[in-house]
């Protein structure tokens, strides 16, 4: 249809970029004009609310004057009720001019005299049809420029910077930076093609020029607004996080896999519950070990469940809560009571737990996927179960995300400095990301290793996350790593492993916080830097397209199962088959130990010495992943990112299976044909894949094969 009077790009010049948001109030008028200005062709933010259930206006009035404000939109558009509360809202935020306007003439001279930049509209004042003249008047116009006009707009500044109190620091966190040619070769390509301003506007080219990729991107760019959007949900979490514990639930357990755990799994590590919390375990695992391991530790009638899935289809996450649902069935009235969900909008998981009578459904915005998640619903409910200052942590991302904003320079820019380190290392061969963190943030670890392992490991290329790896002198390390060091406050066992690395010329950045609750601000800082990354290595860091080979090898293997009884056979491995493979690696490789088996201390404690070894031996980097966890972590950077992995999967044998409700096979069958369904994508995409079975106890197993590694690989090699 063609653009009536007043539409359409021509009438107007130009699109713009608009910040939309209402109140409950507004709510009605604030989608069909959302509709209209895209079919206009502007580039339009959502900012909510996104139903008509009552919200305050402040919170919503806040979100579009900060996207005004930094940039993020060139104008903003609020409704509620009256239009008077958001516009005496708006206008309490350094540098928005908000005006309530309700007739054309006023629209239009808000900006040509006064160069307003929010417009605000009375949903119980206009009508829709006026609503939209009202925007399209506002939108249309232009600041005249004109001397006396320029004078005025001069003088309400005066008055605002005399009146209003400076904007908070951008944040708490410092840095130190490497140099490198490299690296400066990067944040030039960085500010030469304006990667920053281009990220903020959600422009997809930075990363594709395929249309439909594009547009897929332009779908997984929400977590962007997270800092501020999320804000909003802060009191109703905290009275859900109430309600939990003034009905006598003393644990929390969460099911969920990558992306919808592991920020979850750092804020349950790094912050005590204390008074105002609970426990929150996550449980991210198929190895029936493990799972008896957190039945047998629980008391069910007292355990609230969080099932969290962005698909809503995750194998996984759908077996755990069978079973404890069929568990909770025997022990309890009302089994729906023990659970919330955690998804996105329309997926099969929301529909289960409507039928399954869920105590309620948290439903996530459906444009930000599950590693750029951390800020959102699947970080932020576990959170406030577990007593976390959910305000605080957002204030922090805030401030990282100001100090991010379109108009810093890549020098000043606290996640493109760190995009140039990490991208252009790893374009001159240092792809070995090595992690060193303080003690208490180390959980920290987990959720940064997923997050650029999928992101960036595809197309052959990627940086390898070396988390948990203890540190060791200069000459284990060979010229393929950079060093990442987090540290809480001035922690000196961080800076004495890294100030020697430094010494002997290895790349060493440095990072601080000032206190835990800035790992809002590190969430941010490395989205940001990782999307940012994805630009300079020419990846999509939003797509994971080798993780569905996996779970359809699983889906084939438990298809055999069905039909035969049996998982397909695989021929094992040697110990003399790794030895062999050690020995004919190259530099620049890398050891990835795999174990699908019960996370116990002991069995954790032999992987870690293996992995020491050889490292000593090898000068290899090394990585631990627990299957399948790791599927959903890592497994991307093993089929898809550079073809340097020494790939050692680990399976034990299971006494006794336990078994999944409503399937014919059990845990440890799905668990086992998760470990040969990757170990058969692996070998597919010609990785360097060894299986090897433990016999007896996994922990004596593998101490028993360090031993004979230490007696078989030669000392390291120079170079």
Known sequence: MAPGPGRGRAARGVAVRIAV????????????????????????????????????????????????????????????????????????LRGVRAALCHDLYTARQAREHDDANVLCLGARVVTLDQALALTRAFVGARFSGEPRHVRR?????????????APPAVAAATAAWPEAPAIEAARERLERQAVGPRLWRRDPSLWSDVDGVRAAIAARLGWLDLPETMRARVDELRAFAEAIRREGFVDVVLLGM?????????????????????????????????????????????????VASKSGTTTEVLALYRFFRAALERQVERPGD???????????????????????????PPDVGGRFSALSLFGLVPGALGGVDLAGLLDRAAAMARACGPEVPVADHPALRLAAVLGGLAEAGRDKVTLVLSTPIRALGAWLEQLLAESTGKRGRGLVPVDGETPGTPEVYGPDRVFVGLALGEDPAVESALRPLAAAGHPVVRLRLADPLDLGAEFFRWEFATAAVGALLEINPFDEPDVARAKEATQSALATYRERGRLPEWPEDSVDDLVRVLGQARPGDY?????????????????????????????????????????????????????????????????????????????????????????????????????????????????????????????????
């Open 21 to 92: 948001a209402a109140d409950h109030a507004g709510f009605p008028l604030k989608e069909p004009l959302v509709r209209a200005l895209r079919e206009d062709g502007h580039e339009v933010l959502d900012l909510g609310t996104s139903s008509p259930e009552p919200v305050d206006y402040p919170d919503f009035a806040r979100l579009v004057g900060l996207a005004v404000r930094e940039g993020r939109a060139d104008l903003g558009v609020l409704v509620c009720g009256s239009g008077a509360g958001v516009a005496i809202a708006a206008n309490k």
């Open 153 to 165: 707009l001069a003088k309400v500044r005066a008055l605002e910077a005399g009146e209003l109190p």
């Open 258 to 306: 990558g992306g919808s755990s592991l920020a979850a799994e750092v804020l349950a590590r790094t912050f005590p519950p204390g008074p105002a919390g609970l426990p929150v375990t996550v449980l991210d695992t198929t190895d029936p070990g493990a799972v008896r391991n957190a039945l047998a530790r629980l008391k069910l009638p007292q355990t609230f469940f969080l």
């Open 338 to 364: 023990h659970f919330a969900a955690i998804t996105d909008p329309g997926t099969p998981l929301e529909r289960l737990a409507t039928e399954g009578d869920f105590r309620c459904t948290f439903l996530n």
């Open 591 to 719: 050891v990835a130990l795999l174990a699908y088996l019960a996370p116990e201390p002991a069995t954790a404690a032999a992987l870690e010495a293996l992995r020491h070894l050889i490292r000593e031996r090898t000068r290899l980097a090394t990585t631990v992943g627990w299957g399948p966890r790791y599927l959903h972590s890592t497994g991307q950077l093993h089929k898809g990112g550079p073809p340097t992995p020494i790939l050692v999967i680990f399976t034990a044998e299971d006494a006794e299976d336990l078994p999944i409700p409503g399937e014919r096979y059990g845990f440890a069958t799905l668990e086992a044909a998760q470990a040969l369904g990757d170990l058969a994508t692996l070998r597919a995409a010609q990785r360097r894949a060894l299986w090897l079975p433990l016999r007896g106890a996994p922990a004596a197993a593998l101490t028993a094969l360090a031993g004979t590694l230490a007696a078989r690989l030669p000392g390291p090699r120079a170079g």
